[in-house]
DNA sequence: CGCTCGTTTGAGTTTGCTCAACGTTAGTGG
DNA sequence: CCACTAACGTTGAGCAAACTCAAACGAGCG
């Protein structure tokens, strides 16, 4: 616990220019003495925890985040009065970017874990990316980027079938993680089953059972959250292009 | 056929300042002299036609596009040797904001009839942007927007089933129809079965028995392409929240 | 006219859901 | 510190929504 402090009052402190995630977050392509301006805007308030929500479905947008420590789910509510998880967000991965231009946040954002945050007033954001144009591209590049990971999930929900959506999400997860300069093969699930059942329209009981069967299969070691991957590239051709599994689900067409 | 081409004719002749659809469009938000200097840039081709490509998933970026009459529809490359269809556009939408910021397209767009489209190259449209703060707000916003239908789709394959998703499909079409001051409640499919059911995640056999279904349910006349909505009412509740219907699939949860 | 393509309808199969019961973890209060 | 409880996770059995396969029909086109 105490331990666990001070790592984030040092992630806390510091600074944008010596973040090591800088590259795949707001200062992205921008000169230093810019991210320096960025920087001046940035707010890092006091570490988030597990429930914590930094906003809701349809309030104001006073702010963009990004994750620095720990994990951010997103969901909009469904019909039922049940909500739907859109997305999770992990270290480096900007928060609310749905937001924009609405002027409103789309979704809900929930912090998964204990979890260092960074708070971008938006406002101040705007003014600063009119008189820096990277930072005006950088902005449309995260926008774009979040606009084709959901594609991604489209495709996900339309064409896979339960076991590839599973085995998907973990190959993601992956390579965010190794991104960051964190283990791929080895990680912990700060999500609940529910929220990943949720996420990749399944139930709860088919997640868990997929899990078993995928630790039974060799591909996967699992223990309640800890997840280590043995057969990375099993796992990955699970998840995409079923070559040898039998081919299944094919309602798709080129051409009208 | 030559009715046809002399409202082409006219469709393409029109100017921006005069175009009904202008609203929706990029001039959205603009003034009136601003609007010329857009105008100015927006290229008017012939006449596309059914299975016409605009772009190519990949391809740079070279110009956006919006649909004036007729419709297109986008799709990305499945893993299967099979496309995926992502969204259908119908007049007034812009199509190809996806690839902004990657300066290279994410999808390929097809033609789905023959149609009017404006094509507006894009170096030249965000260097009129940088100069025009409210041209670049409807960039966010119409960006944005595209988000947000996404996140649309999102709930629909992850929680909706088949009825479902096909009546939400129908009423969104309607109301889309309807906004740009066409029929809601009679219009033409311009894409496939094939086509509805790939966008749905379906089988094209479903979305067959569907339409029966619907038919003999009161809510709807077919006749090939020709669709008639007889019950919006229902046809909404059908698919938005199931109050009366037996509520199915629960599998969503809201804390983690 | 005959071809192909798109659509419809029927019959049988299967994936993944539902319901249910049980085991485990974590959080709470005595 | 431990008992208790609620939430979370696992596993089994049965069912049904939607898929696959198959076949027939109509429309559009060369």
Redesign the pocket.
Known sequence: MTHRKVIFFESIRIACKNCSLASACLPGGLAPEDVEQLEALVERSRPFHRGDVLFRHGEPLRALYVVKTGSVKTCAPGMNAEEQVLGFYLPGEPIGLGGIAQHCHSRTARVLETSAICEIPYLPLTQLATTLPALQRQLYHLLSRELNQQSEMLLLLGRK???ERLATFLTDLSQRFGRRGLSATEFTLSM???DISNYL?????????L??RFQADGLLQ?D??QIKILNSVALKRLSGAPVTPPP????SHQ??
Chains 1, 2 share one sequence.
């Open positions: 079938h339960a076991a609940s089953r529910h329209g399944l139930a709860v009981e088919t997640i868990s059972r899990f078993s699992v309640r959250k299944r689900r094919h309602r051409q009208s």
